[in-house]
């Protein structure tokens, strides 16, 4: 009969973070290196590196990895992350460490020797509900990464976003601003003159919400210049991959399941991740259903979808959970 309590016998390691995600990948530097590689893992991941090597057309496409909550689907693909983009040693240190496939070692060392990848990291999807919602939140997010990397590495090139050239518009004297903005006082609450629309269009965190707003009125006013189309977007990435020294841009997307909803763009999405089979551009989402899930809510052919990506099915191995538990807990010290 067993007597006393766990906690007399076993403690648990004061450092533990029971869920991995942005904040606590930013403030524990090394924690991603507690990450088991499995089978699971090295399967994602070598249909990242092959997707990235585009060696043949079937390879070069976007990846959908779904499963289950508590698998560490977003520890894993911060893995991958940092695998693309931390200093080489800190890369070696971990692949020796946790002994991953020395195949999948080789490859990512040729990757990385030939070719530089921004590695761009968005969570959460339940507010897109337009094209223009949804190719505004990827430009912008890419926007940041791309302005970071090139503020650290000092080849800083201006590549503008359509939020950028909404502010050099803005003072397009065709246009009567203040006329649209009173025509429109329920789609634009926040503000009441173009000056207004100025400061809004400055905030450090702009809010795109507005700006997806504002483009809507502009286009049921009739103005279409300002209209955000799949293939602007495309022409954006095509010279920003041309004018700097970044060669593929992985757009990582975790928590993408509230993005589903009946009325989602899906054909938007579709377009977005096909941009793969013409440009170095690779769509990563995350989710915890597999897509048939919503093929009851969703009008669309959810398999013409399905077909554009890499499908993957993540799931933890028994022998991995326990790895983890021998990482977490140890004996109490006998007093």
Same mark, same amino acid.
């Given at each position: 009969?067993?007597?006393?309590?766990?906690?007399?016998?076993?403690?648990?390691?004061?450092?533990?973070? @029971?869920?991995?995600?942005?904040?606590?990948?930013? =403030?524990?530097?090394?924690?991603?290196?507690? !990450? &088991?590689?499995?089978?699971?893992?090295?399967?994602?991941?070598?249909?990242?590196?092959? @997707?990235?090597?585009?060696?043949?057309?079937?390879?070069?496409?976007?990846?959908?990895?779904?499963?289950?909550?508590?698998?560490?689907?977003?520890? @894993? &693909? !911060?893995?991958?992350?940092?695998?693309?983009?931390?200093?080489?040693? =800190?890369?070696?240190?971990?692949?020796?460490?946790?002994?991953?496939?020395?195949?999948?070692?080789?490859?990512?060392?040729?990757?990385?020797?030939?070719?530089?990848?921004?590695?761009?990291?968005?969570?959460?999807?339940?507010? &897109?509900?337009?094209?223009?919602?949804?190719?505004?939140?990827?430009?912008?997010?890419?926007?940041?990464?791309?302005?970071?990397?090139?503020?650290?590495?000092?080849?800083?090139?201006?590549?503008?976003?359509? $939020?950028?050239?909404?502010?050099?518009?803005?003072?397009?004297?065709? $246009?009567?601003?203040?006329?649209?903005?009173?025509?429109?006082?329920?789609?634009?609450?926040?503000?009441?003159?173009?000056?207004?629309?100025?400061?809004?269009?400055?905030?450090?965190?702009?809010?795109?919400? !507005?700006?997806?707003?504002?483009?809507?009125?502009?286009?049921? =006013?009739?103005?279409?210049?300002?209209?955000?189309?799949?293939?602007?977007?495309?022409?954006?990435?095509?010279?920003?991959?041309?004018?700097?020294?970044?060669?593929?841009?992985?757009? $990582?997307?975790?928590?993408?399941?509230? !993005?589903?909803?009946?009325?989602?763009?899906?054909?938007?999405?579709?377009?977005?991740?096909?941009?793969?089979?013409?440009?170095?551009?690779?769509?990563? $989402?995350?989710?915890?259903?597999?897509?048939?899930?919503?093929?009851?809510?969703?009008?669309?052919?959810?398999?013409?979808?399905?077909?554009?990506?890499?499908?993957?099915?993540?799931?933890?191995?028994?022998?991995? &959970?326990?790895?983890?538990?021998?990482?977490?807990?140890?004996?109490?010290?006998?007093?």
């Amino acid at each position: 009969m067993f007597e006393g309590k766990y906690a007399d016998y076993l403690q648990i390691d004061k450092d533990f973070v @029971a869920v991995f995600n942005e904040e606590v990948d930013r =403030e524990y530097k090394d924690l991603w290196k507690t !990450f &088991i590689p499995h089978e699971k893992f090295e399967e994602v991941f070598e249909k990242v590196i092959k @997707a990235l090597e585009r060696a043949n057309k079937d390879d070069a496409k976007s990846i959908w990895i779904y499963g289950p909550y508590g698998t560490g689907k977003t520890h @894993a &693909i !911060f893995v991958i992350k940092h695998l693309l983009e931390d200093d080489i040693g =800190e890369v070696e240190d971990y692949t020796k460490r946790r002994n991953l496939s020395s195949n999948l070692v080789k490859k990512l060392q040729a990757l990385r020797e030939r070719e530089k990848i921004l590695v761009v990291f968005k969570s959460g999807s339940g507010y &897109i509900r337009t094209p223009e919602r949804l190719l505004l939140e990827i430009q912008e997010t890419i926007y940041k990464y791309y302005k970071d990397y090139c503020n650290e590495s000092g080849s800083y090139k201006p590549n503008k976003t359509e $939020i950028e050239l909404l502010r050099e518009r803005i003072d397009d004297k065709v $246009i009567n601003w203040n006329m649209l903005i009173e025509k429109n006082r329920a789609d634009l609450k926040e503000v009441s003159c173009v000056e207004e629309i100025k400061m809004k269009l400055n905030e450090e965190d702009i809010d795109l919400d !507005f700006v997806e707003r504002l483009l809507n009125v502009l286009e049921k =006013e009739g103005i279409t210049i300002f209209r955000f189309s799949i293939e602007k977007f495309k022409d954006w990435i095509r010279e920003l991959s041309e004018r700097s020294s970044i060669d593929k841009i992985l757009f $990582i997307w975790d928590e993408f399941s509230e !993005f589903f909803k009946p009325g989602a763009p899906l054909d938007i999405l579709q377009e977005v991740a096909h941009i793969t089979q013409e440009l170095p551009f690779y769509l990563l $989402i995350v989710t915890h259903r597999h897509l048939e899930h919503w093929a009851k809510t969703l009008t669309e052919d959810v398999q013409k979808l399905k077909d554009r990506f890499h499908y993957i099915h993540y799931t933890m191995e028994p022998v991995t &959970i326990y790895k983890l538990i021998s990482n977490v807990f140890y004996p109490t010290e006998k007093k």
